[in-house]
């Protein structure tokens, strides 16, 4: 059975630090690309950040570059999402989901798309207070 498998949300205050995790299991996880997305109340769900399993390389969406950190550790085939300094806009719902992968990181559109995804996780709400 296919689970992916979101911890490490909570409430912060802005300014603060969050570390998700995403576990995978019951497919090979280093032939598949690993994504954060997010979906705050009344909006679509957009992506955050993305890492191949297959190479190490990343993407990240403009709105979280150079706070968020995405990483992967294969042998436990797990993907966390380190968040720093945290802003109210980030307050959502994030998920991981899972693609196969053409060996690379995803940008959010065509093959890496919300409905590309092959696998998705139940989600880890974060909120950040002022």
């Known amino acids: 059975e296919v689970q992916l498998v979101e911890s490490g949300g909570g409430l912060v205050q802005a300014g603060g630090s969050l570390r998700l995790s995403c576990a995978a299991s019951g497919f090979t996880f280093d032939d598949y690309a690993i994504g954060w997305f997010r979906q705050a109340p009344g909006k679509e769900r957009e992506g955050v950040s993305s890492?191949?399993?297959?190479?190490?390389?990343?993407y990240y969406a403009d709105s979280v570059k150079g706070r968020f950190t995405i990483s992967s550790d294969n042998a436990k085939n797990t993907v966390y999402l380190q968040m720093n300094s945290l802003k109210l806009e980030d307050t959502a719902v994030y998920y991981c989901?899972?693609?196969?992968?053409?060996?690379?990181?995803?940008?959010?559109?065509?093959?890496?798309?919300?409905?590309?995804?092959?696998?998705w996780g139940k989600g880890t709400l974060v909120t950040v207070s002022s």
């Open positions: 890492i191949s399993a297959t190479d190490g390389s990343t």
């Open positions: 989901a899972a693609v196969r992968s053409y060996g690379i990181a995803f940008d959010f559109t065509g093959w890496g798309s919300v409905g590309a995804m092959d696998y």
